[in-house]
């Protein structure tokens, strides 16, 4: 990850801004480094067992750039959704638009977030044959979350002054599971790391979900 943010921050757009770049500087640390990575690893891991043989250098960080581009993703929510919640701390630090992001003005940097893994995979997949599929797979999870987010927001107490108890029921809480957090969680590496290695036939794609 640390690589990655070094890539970021060494685009010319970003280092032509300096202010913005001193920000990033600070924020991009702050918000991807220090989760587990399970997402990005599950990439890496995907794309073994599909080659189904020991991965080349190009191979292997082709997979850990496209699972740092999920884990990217990931963050974009985490910023977002701390802001949504109120909360207070994140993986035993302070929420990003409590400790560094001058709270609402982090929902800027949810978004750069979020504009910057398509920038990823601009920059690091164009030439790839199935280029377009991995971009709409990225595009699609992100709505599928961000649907899952609104169900989350739309039966919270945030969103309603005290929680709906007749919208907080047994198919709405399945669906927040669903939407919020399982397609960018497991079906995104899964699905990625096949279209990476080729595998386009929809029915590989409807098991992996």
């Not at 280092?15 to 990033?24: F, R, S």
């Not at 800027?108 to 504009?115: F, H, K, T």
């Not at 939407?179 to 699905?191: D, H, I």
Request: glycine share 6%; charged share 20%.
């Amino acid at each position: 990850m640390t690589q990655l943010i070094a890539e970021v921050l060494n685009y010319d757009y970003v280092k032509k801004i300096p202010v913005v770049h001193e920000h990033l500087s600070k924020m991009l640390p702050y918000t991807l480094v220090g989760g587990k990575m399970a997402r990005g690893a599950a990439v890496v891991t995907s794309v073994k067992k599909i080659k189904g043989s020991p991965l080349s250098e190009k191979e292997l960080q082709d997979a850990q750039t496209l699972g740092a581009a999920i884990e990217v993703l990931q963050a974009h929510f985490l910023v977002a959704d701390d802001i949504m919640d109120g909360a207070i701390t994140r993986r035993g630090h302070l929420c990003w638009y409590k400790a560094g992001g001058n709270n609402l003005d982090a929902i800027n940097d949810a978004n750069i977030l979020n504009a910057i893994v398509y920038t990823i995979l601009d920059e690091n997949f164009a030439s790839h044959p199935y280029r377009t599929q991995i971009s709409q797979l990225f595009h699609q999870v992100n709505l599928l979350t961000d649907l899952g987010q609104a169900i989350d927001v739309l039966t919270s107490s945030q969103a309603n002054s005290g929680i709906q108890w007749d919208k907080y029921t047994l198919q709405n809480h399945s669906d927040i599971v669903k939407y919020k957090t399982s397609y960018y969680t497991t079906v995104l590496p899964v699905r990625a790391a096949l279209y990476y290695a080729g595998i386009v036939d929809p029915i590989y794609h409807e098991k992996a979900e």
